[in-house]
């Protein structure tokens, strides 16, 4: 269950981050459920040839953000919060709306102007999407 | 004069346990070929081939314009080449080898074998039989570097060298490039060192060349990319896809002739794109490797 995992070269983010992330994307798009049992540190050391303690690592920080739970002679599982999943989604957009603004400061567009542009760019993608319709 | 360095059209040669294959390689002038391939895959043999140190079978050969192994004497005044199992001889110093290489090359520039001594930190005194395998490797560059030869030709010439000592070769390699006339090709595993200064790579695996061209062009072909499947759907394979691994609803597919289109082309069977990554060379080299043996299998 974990063939899907791909760690990235080109990707300049430490190694555990990104299985951090990936872990996260299959809780958000449903694979993994509230309560599923995941892949031991070990396994999944071993599946995507990196070192234990990498493994180690992102479980630890999964765990502090209450996105899973590790207990000893149990494994680790997904936590069991209701709309986890979802949260995990929510999580993920705010970042991309945090990077969209601080890009926009940094270019002097204020957080009212950007909304505006935010609203053509959603609606030039109705109008494609309407096209292709 | 050939715009091409080296050239090899159809050349083949056979062995009980290892045929190259129909092996046509282009080096123009003034660039950097990288030869990359799994070991075993044929890099050593093409090089002895257009060295005149193995005569191929069938398949034209010519470097620096001279047919090989025919006219190899004229060719290697202007040739420096350097392999793993060149031998120094072990009871003389690196001061007498610099001594003996001058008298025959006319060429050799002194000044610089004195610097090249100082930046491989090597001492001229010092017997060969004294020197690490670094350094052994390191000896034999510079004998060959210092002749500043129109053509190097190395194999593997960074294997088993400490981080500085590579760091100063790969260094040198590209200091020959300030001279538009003058052409390297070397062989590697380390796809590291060949990204970083090769102009052009050639791709070998089994005896064949799997891809042979400029390198940006190259690493631009290849990509990653991320996508969330609808439920039970399973990915398919658009053309310039070579591999998809799925597992529930996400799925990374590795495309060897990328085009912006895939993206649009998989978006429209419901998948949602959510990243395209690019690769480094190895990345693609265990992708290409594991791609042409499973489509031996297939055949």
Not at chain 1, 64 to 72: D, F, M, S, Y
């Amino acid at each position: 269950m974990s063939s899907s995992f791909v760690i990235s070269q080109t990707d300049k983010r430490p190694i555990y981050l990104q299985i951090m992330e990936q872990i996260k994307q299959r809780i958000a798009v449903g694979d993994w459920t509230e309560g599923e049992a995941i892949p031991s540190i070990r396994q999944l050391a071993v599946d995507l040839q990196v070192s234990v303690i990498t493994v180690k690592r992102a479980y630890l920080e999964l765990e502090r953000e209450g996105v899973i739970v590790t207990q000893q002679g149990r494994g680790s599982h997904v936590a069991s919060k209701p709309g986890l999943g979802m949260r995990l989604q929510q999580e993920e957009l705010e970042k991309h709306l945090e990077q969209a603004v601080r890009l926009a400061d940094l270019l002097g567009i204020r957080p009212k102007d950007l909304a505006a542009r935010l609203r053509e760019t959603g609606d030039r993608r109705m109008e494609k999407e309407g096209e292709q319709v | 004069m050939s715009d091409l360095a080296i050239e090899l059209d159809g050349v083949e040669k056979t062995y009980p346990f290892f045929t190259l294959d129909r092996i046509h390689l282009q080096v123009p002038h003034g660039q950097i070929m990288g030869l990359i391939g799994p070991n075993g895959a044929g890099k050593s043999t093409t090089i002895r081939i257009l060295m005149g140190l193995v005569q191929q079978d069938r398949g034209e050969v010519r470097v620096l314009g001279r047919r090989m192994p025919a006219e190899q004497i004229a060719a290697k005044w202007d040739i420096g080449f350097a392999s793993e199992d060149m031998r120094l001889y072990e009871g003389m110093t690196l001061a007498w080898h610099m001594d003996f290489i001058r008298s025959i090359y006319p060429n050799w520039d002194a000044p610089y074998a004195q610097l090249l001594l100082k930046r491989f930190g090597l001492r001229a005194e010092q017997k060969i039989k004294g020197l690490s395998h670094g350094q052994r490797v390191k000896a034999t560059l510079l004998l060959v570097l210092a002749r500043r030869p129109r053509l190097l030709v190395l194999d593997e010439p960074t294997t088993g060298l400490d981080p500085v000592a590579r760091h100063e070769i790969l260094k040198e390699l590209t200091a020959v490039m300030t001279d538009e006339g003058r052409s390297v090709l070397f062989s590697s595993h380390n796809t590291q060192d060949v990204e970083q200064i090769s102009d052009r790579i050639t791709f070998i695996d089994r005896g064949r060349i799997i891809d042979s061209m400029d390198k940006e062009a190259y690493l631009d072909r290849w990509r990653r990319l991320r996508l969330e499947v609808p439920s039970g759907m399973a990915l398919p394979a658009l053309p310039g896809i070579i591999g998809i691994r799925q597992d529930g609803r996400l799925a990374v597919a590795t495309a060897n002739a990328f085009a912006p289109e895939m993206a649009n082309a998989y978006e429209s069977t419901g998948a949602r794109v959510k990243s395209i990554e690019t690769m480094t060379l190895e990345e693609i080299f265990v992708a290409n490797v594991e791609h042409s043996r499973e489509q031996e299998v297939g055949a």
